[in-house]
């Protein structure tokens, strides 16, 4: 395999991918995995490997929880309980948006607003709940809603540990910016726990199709 992608290494990143998925498959689908992985990361493409639409987001993400907003006195009542995702999934029409983190540049002055903006089109078209995920824990996620004054708007959640987008391997490494391990920019419309609709953008720092507009065209 390594003779293999020295070989391959002139042709464009196009060719240069095919042929190694290609050549990976001979040996089996772990093998593919891998390969395709460190291709992919190093021609800068993304990769999906677990979730897509008419996955079952429980199901992916089996044992997960994420943690509702609030306060630290509110975390200390509350026995610091967290959220299944039965819970907030289950008979439900959901729209929930992922992003890099709280307080960031985007993620503030576009993502968040787009969503809070179009609140009301959202509760037309029948949507339970629009709500806001990252890899921060509920404090920091519960006073950044406040400062966008968007709480009443959207439902965010934290997921402290990257446990929930992890599972879905919807994580990406942001160390160059001094953020680590975070969630990649995403949405998605989820019906009944079933994934209707996904929409990951190719670099973190874009708003091309995980924004309110987007999603609202696919309900």
Request: proline share 3%.
């Amino acid at each position: 395999m390594g003779m293999l992608l020295c070989c391959l290494f002139p042709l464009d990143s196009i060719e240069w991918e095919n042929l190694v998925m290609a050549s990976a498959t001979v040996n089996g689908g772990g093998c593919r995995l891998r390969v395709i992985r460190s291709v992919s990361a190093a021609l800068g493409r993304r990769f999906y490997a677990k979730v897509a639409t008419g996955t079952d987001i429980v199901s992916a993400a089996p044992n997960v929880s994420l943690q509702k907003a609030r306060t630290w006195d509110e975390g200390v009542a509350s026995k610091f309980s967290t959220t299944p995702l039965k819970h907030i999934f289950k008979d439900k029409k959901v729209v929930i948006f992922g992003l890099p983190g709280a307080y960031t540049g985007v993620c503030s002055n576009k993502h968040v607003p787009s969503y809070k903006e179009n609140i009301d089109k959202f509760k037309a078209k029948g949507i339970d709940s629009v709500i806001c995920v990252a890899v921060n824990d509920p404090y920091t996620m519960n006073a950044w809603a406040e400062k966008l004054q968007a709480k009443e708007a959207i439902d965010f959640y934290g997921d402290f540990d990257g446990s929930f987008h992890k599972s879905l391997d919807l994580v990406t490494d942001l160390s160059g910016a001094l953020l680590g391990t975070r969630s990649e920019r995403w949405s998605a419309y989820v019906v009944d726990g079933k994934i209707k609709a996904l929409n990951v953008e190719e670099a973190p720092s874009d708003v091309k199709v995980s924004g309110a507009d987007t999603i609202l065209g696919q309900i």
